[in-house]
């Protein structure tokens, strides 16, 4: 960098732009023919340089040789000069300025080193031939990965050849210009067009070169019966299929389970129904609160699981056979198995299809905890066919569903111990975060155990226990059921992914692009089995993308934003983030203000005696612009809608402090937070003037 300042302080730049080039034209080639060995030795040395020390000008060298040298000779010089000079900030990128590379550019090291691990040389060279990160920092960041020296000296030079002939070639049409009538030659313009196509023209040629070896070996069918053929009817194959179908395509959807997918049957819907009728229960054994006699709630355990059955049946219609029936789509129930990547085998039929999306989800993962073999252990697929409340109940997981459940079968009389194998729950959140949930779960009778590992399970003259290990330690906990409910595992077997190939990730993800494609262009994935967010709203989200990319993508394809991705966890109070909090944001090294508000400041939440929470917002520093949010409190989740909103397009704290909120709602902490923010920011003199101001005139 000291260097570059250098070149531009002392205006060194300069002589490496195409006005001097051009200018001293005519003295450069007349040197050049009467010294031609000279000549280009200083032209080589030059080029080789400047790209070693990244310093700007190589698209100018380049369209100099061309004017100097010609076609033949230009491009020579030039490929072996950019590779050398390359491999020259390849090397001082290895050895001696590894560090700086890893601080400087690690945003471009975990992609480059993705690609490099999936794709191999194969990565470098389309690198070299689409350039989607710049030249020198891929020189740079090449130099810390495991890529050898002749190996990565070969692939570029290959890789940035066909750029460099089209460069080259331009230079040469811009050297022959004599005139004003020059600037219009069909020469210069094809050549000058060719320029803007090139990366068009190169990225073509490179998904040619990724189709034909991954299609190696299949034959696609002549005649092709759907546009679409979507494997899994949750959230993000019923979008898919939704989508391909307003714009007219054939689909068809396959389901092998029930349709609507976990979260219909197994996840959201059936959580939030218990989790109302749990709070129901602890308002009313709380009721003094209100200025109302507690009351004892009576209720049968069994009603309150009918409860949930009839809130699934009330949402069912809405994702049915018979409203995608109408719809357009044609449902097929049945287990999809994936045969070629054109052809979908189903109940003994073979479908034929233009487009397959894989919207398989996931399911509850179980460690291999020994002794949990010889109990059945609930989970959120069998969690709802309980009977009879548990009296003593283990939650194993201080994730979303584990802290949603064990707070609910607390609150309907469990009495409910939670472990946690790490030092805090929520741990995706801030520690004050998990700090106020932890605080209310202990306040309300969970029995909140972190820092324990579930070792194994015993039974002991009929009584279970788990065994966990605490500090080097072991703790014995009775309990009459156990859920386990430590993460989920993508579905990624039993359909024929792993017969054709397609790619996984190290997590057992499905791997996907940009573009929602697996390795298989014509084959996307979406939802769950593909990540990286389990998240039903951003299945939906990623549907999008599949089906516009799969039927629209040959005129133009979209890449898929995660920029602003909401979850919240609906414990009480629930817990709503957007974007970055304080730990991510300092993992990845971003600068951040942090401006807080308390809920126990509000006249609603006072009002409705749930004055407790706090709203944390992260923003640029010394900018309004939002990089984050997080709200602790009642309705968390949907007090969070204006910060995604004010994310997602652009507006920043400002314009939400100056936003009319209706008074008294728990919508005003955003306002008032805006307004701790302001506060933050003007300035004590704007404070002295305007009392100095208001003394003058009194």
């Avoid at 600068?591 to 409705?608: P, V």
């Avoid at 969070?640 to 008074?663: D, P, Q, V």
Wanted: aromatic share 10%; with cysteine.
């Amino acid at each position: 960098m000291f260097i570059v300042f250098l070149f531009q302080y002392f205006g060194l730049s300069e002589y490496l732009s195409l006005d001097f080039i051009k200018q001293n034209q005519a003295r450069f080639q007349e040197y050049y023919n009467q010294n031609t060995a000279i000549t280009l030795t200083i032209f080589f040395l030059i080029y080789v340089i400047s790209t070693a020390l990244s310093l700007p000008g190589a698209a100018v060298l380049t369209l100099a040789a061309g004017a100097l040298f010609g076609l033949v000779i230009g491009t020579i010089i030039v490929s072996f000069a950019s590779t050398i000079g390359a491999t020259l900030a390849f090397f001082s990128s290895r050895f001696l300025l590894r560090s700086y590379v890893e601080e400087r550019f690690k945003k471009y090291i975990d992609p480059i080193n993705h690609g490099i691990k999936k794709e191999g040389s194969f990565y470098l060279f389309t690198l070299r031939l689409i350039p989607i990160f710049p030249f020198f920092v891929i020189n740079l960041v090449m130099g810390i990965t495991k890529i050898s020296t002749i190996k990565y000296f070969i692939v570029s030079q290959i890789g940035m050849l066909a750029g460099t002939i089209v460069y080259v070639n331009a230079g040469l049409q811009l050297g022959q210009i004599d005139s004003l009538g020059g600037i219009l030659s069909f020469k210069l313009m094809a050549s000058f067009s060719l320029l803007g196509v090139f990366p068009l023209i190169a990225k073509k040629i490179v998904s040619i070169i990724k189709s034909n070896k991954v299609y190696a070996g299949y034959k696609k069918p002549k005649n092709l019966e759907y546009n679409m053929v979507v494997i899994g009817a949750g959230s993000a194959g019923l979008v898919t299929a939704y989508i391909s179908s307003a714009v007219k395509a054939k689909v068809a959807l396959i389901e092998k389970n029930k349709m609507g997918g976990d979260c219909l049957n197994t996840g959201c819907v059936p959580s939030k129904a218990i989790i109302k009728s749990a709070k129901l229960a602890y308002q009313m054994k709380n009721a003094n609160k209100y200025g109302l006699e507690e009351v004892t709630p009576n209720f049968k355990f069994k009603n309150v699981m009918n409860r949930v059955h009839n809130v699934i049946a009330k949402i069912e219609p809405h994702d049915s056979i018979e409203r995608y029936s109408d719809l357009g789509v044609e449902c097929i129930k049945g287990a999809a198995k994936i045969i070629s990547p054109w052809e979908v085998e189903v109940n003994g039929k073979v479908l034929t299809t233009k487009n397959i999306t894989i919207a398989t989800g996931a399911s509850p993962f179980v460690p291999p905890i020994p002794g949990l073999e010889k109990i059945i252990p609930l989970t959120s697929e069998n969690l709802w066919q309980l009977e009879n409340l548990p009296n003593r109940m283990i939650v194993l997981g201080g994730g979303p569903i584990g802290c949603e459940m064990a707070q609910s079968f607390n609150r309907l009389g469990s009495q409910v111990t939670q472990i946690e194998m790490n030092n805090r729950i929520m741990g995706i959140e801030d520690p004050e975060v998990s700090s106020i949930i932890e605080g209310k779960f202990k306040s309300e009778g969970v029995n909140v155990l972190t820092d324990h590992k579930a070792k194994e399970i015993i039974i002991e003259d009929g009584r279970k226990y788990l065994v966990a290990e605490f500090h080097g330690k072991d703790v014995k906990i009775e309990f009459d059921e156990i859920l386990v409910a430590v993460g989920r595992k993508a579905n990624i077997k039993g359909f024929g992914a792993e017969e054709l190939g397609i790619r996984l990730r190290e997590n057992h993800t499905i791997d996907a692009n940009d573009y929602l494609q697996t390795n298989f262009p014509n084959i996307y994935v979406c939802g769950d089995v593909t990540g990286p967010f389990q998240l039903t709203h951003t299945a939906s989200h990623q549907a999008w993308y599949c089906a516009v990319n799969a039927l629209f993508g040959k005129f133009k394809k979209f890449k898929v934003d995660y920029s602003v991705i909401p979850w919240a966890t609906y414990s009480d109070p629930e817990v709503a983030s957007v974007g970055l909090n304080e730990q991510r944001a300092k993992r990845d090294g971003i600068d951040y203000e942090l401006t807080t508000y308390g809920i126990d400041d509000l006249d609603r939440a006072i009002a409705d005696s749930e004055e407790y929470g706090v709203v944390r917002v992260l923003t640029v520093p010394g900018t309004d612009k939002i990089l984050g949010a997080t709200i602790v409190g009642n309705h968390a989740s949907d007090l969070l809608l204006e910060f995604i909103a004010a994310m997602k397009h652009g507006f920043g704290l400002n314009k939400i402090l100056s936003t009319i909120h209706i008074y008294p709602t728990m919508g005003e902490a955003n306002k008032y937070l805006a307004g701790n923010w302001k506060k933050n920011h003007t300035s004590e003199m704007i404070f002295k003037i305007l009392t100095k101001y208001n003394e003058w005139n009194r």
